[in-house]
C-alpha cells in the first residue's frame, strides 16, 4: 500500500527544488555576467575553479545576490557552503527553514 500523502509531499518537494534552481541558476547567470544557459549549469559542477570557475570576488556578488534574491542573512563564515548549486540550494533550504521556525505563529481568530 502507498502513502499517497507522503508520495505528493516528495513530489511536491522536489518540485519546489527544481524551481529554486532554476532561479538560482538565473540569478548567477544574469548577476555574474555568465555566457551560459540554466540547463549548462549542472547541480553538483563546482562554482570556483575547474566548475564555472568563479573567483573569490564573485563569491561575494554570490552572497549579495543570495541575500538580495531569496532573503536569507548570510554571514563570512557561510560562504564556506557555497561549493556548487546544490549547496547553496541547500543552504537556501535551511535558512528558509530556520527564519519559519523563529517566527511567532499568529492565531487566525
Known amino acids: 500500500m502507498t502513502d499517497t500523502p507522503t508520495i505528493n ?3 511536491d518537494l522536489a518540485r519546489n527544488r527544481k524551481e529554486l534552481s532554476e532561479r538560482l541558476k538565473r540569478v548567477l547567470i544574469e548577476r555574474l555576467s555568465l555566457q551560459l544557459e540554466v ?9 570556483f ?6 573567483d573569490s570576488v564573485d563569491a561575494l556578488e554570490i552572497a549579495i545576490a543570495v541575500e538580495t534574491e ?3 542573512a548570510i554571514t563570512d563564515e557561510d560562504l564556506h557552503a557555497f561549493r556548487s548549486v546544490n549547496t547553496v540550494l541547500d ?10 521556525a523563529s517566527q511567532p505563529h499568529k492565531e487566525i481568530a
Open 9 to 11: 509531499r516528495a513530489k
Open 39 to 47: 540547463d549548462e549549469i549542472a547541480d553538483d559542477s563546482p562554482l
Open 49 to 54: 575553479g575547474s566548475g564555472l570557475g568563479l
Open 70 to 72: 531569496f532573503g536569507v
Open 91 to 100: 543552504f537556501i533550504e535551511a535558512r528558509a527553514v530556520a527564519t519559519a
